[in-house]
């Protein structure tokens, strides 16, 4: 039995062309035995999701694999207990109504922006189950200038937005201790990483 690895930029539920006829090669290679990884190098929170939905509809082998690079080194960090700074900052930020902040809270988009003296300072967005989802910063000029993903009671990945461009300059990933464990840096004007 042969050990195949098929790389490709990403895979989801509604793609077609290239990753469909990607995903039709690695069935046909499972069929004949051969272990098969389709190897993805974009950035998703569920890919595990995604695997099981194109099997269930028979678009994936049984067999093939879906790995992906960040979540290998998240897997890598998985056993690190949440740090008492980054729990600290979570149950901060969970909190809809925050001192010395002016807050309103849209209970229809389920996010709360907040203000201090007049200006626009951030904004939260919680999901269906009131977990925190992430938190926009801004500055004032009222420019994002970055947002805090949580994942799990801790910031997971933080987005840096260049305040000339309003475009991503860098991408932090972060393991449960507060550890940044990759980072991506974009190109001023292309946006290319």
Known sequence: MRRI????????????????????????????????????????????????VLKSAGRLHADVNILNIYDDYKNQHKHIKIGEVQQSYYDQNCNRFEEPYAAHHN??????????????????????????????????????????FFHGGYVNKTVIFDTRSGKINQIHYTAPDGFCYLTEWYHFKTGAS
């Open 107 to 148: 209970e229809e988009k389920l996010e709360t922006e907040y203000f201090k003296n007049g200006l626009y300072i951030k904004k939260k967005k919680w999901d269906e189950s009131d977990n925190l989802l992430y938190v926009d910063h801004f500055n004032e000029n009222m420019q994002m200038t970055k947002r805090e």
């Open 5 to 52: 690895f098929s790389l490709i930029y990403e895979i989801d539920i509604e793609k077609g062309g290239i990753t469909s006829s990607m995903m039709s090669r690695s069935f046909t290679f499972a069929e004949r035995g051969h272990k098969i990884d389709l190897v993805t190098l974009d950035y998703k929170d569920n890919y595990d999701q995604i695997e099981q």
